[in-house]
């Protein structure tokens, strides 16, 4: 199949990172959501066959299958305008910002989410205030990092945005308080002119 088609779930923020970096690009997809709480022998089988973990987010670019929301943020960076990555500096921020989130954010905040959810399993003793613990490093960091810029990306926002939006937009329900710089930047983030809903982004 030529085009793009992008497998993911509206709970899922890593595939939330890449259905926006697609909006925000105007980049012409199909998505498929995938039941990532269903058994993962009992997803599409196109998936399964395309992301060898059954995770999401899968980007599938003209039958090729793209896995690891990082890698394919930087390779829509680079392939696409209007992201913010199609200069050398550009993709320098990029690689600077996916990378502390990853490492940061993307590590705590999916936990505190998971957490607070209904029917979980437990983590174990000391978790959840280890994981606070790293969220409030990881919230003066994003202010360090943003500077007084819109965005990190300067006046417009790009593929480091999108990444760190996939789980900050949900800082509340992981029990946790923004900082001003990043509660402004939440608004701007929801104001862009894209949809940004995760069940728009990913339609039943
Ligand atoms: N490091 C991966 C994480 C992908 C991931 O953990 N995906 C989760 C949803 S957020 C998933 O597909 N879970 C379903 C499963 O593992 O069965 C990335 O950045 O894309």
Not at 32 to 56: G, H, N, Q
Request: net charge negative.
């Amino acid at each position: 199949m030529s085009g793009f088609l992008l497998y993911g779930h509206p709970d899922s923020g890593h595939a939330c990172k890449v259905a926006l970096a697609l909006r925000l690009a105007g980049q012409a997809h199909e998505t498929k959501r995938i039941d990532i709480w269903a058994p993962r022998e009992t997803r599409d089988a196109a998936f399964l066959a395309a992301s060898p973990a059954a995770e999401v987010p899968c980007l599938m670019i003209d039958g090729a299958p793209h896995v690891q929301s990082g890698a394919i943020l930087l390779d829509l960076g680079e392939r696409l305008t209007g992201l913010g990555g199609n200069n050398a500096a550009g993709m320098r921020r990029a690689r600077e910002v996916l990378f502390w989130e990853a490492n940061r954010i993307g590590m705590c905040l999916p936990q505190l989410i998971e957490a607070r959810r209904t029917g979980a399993a437990p983590l174990p003793p000391g978790a959840v205030a280890w994981l606070e613990g790293r969220f409030a490093v990881d919230r003066d960091r994003f202010d360090l990092l943003l500077g007084d810029a819109p965005f990190f990306h300067g006046d417009a926002p790009g593929i480091a945005d999108c990444a760190v939006w996939g789980y900050v937009q949900w800082v509340e329900k992981a029990g946790q308080t923004p900082s001003a710089a990043m509660a402004a930047w939440l608004t701007r983030m929801r104001d862009l002119p894209v949809e940004t809903r995760p069940e728009a982004l990913f339609p039943a």
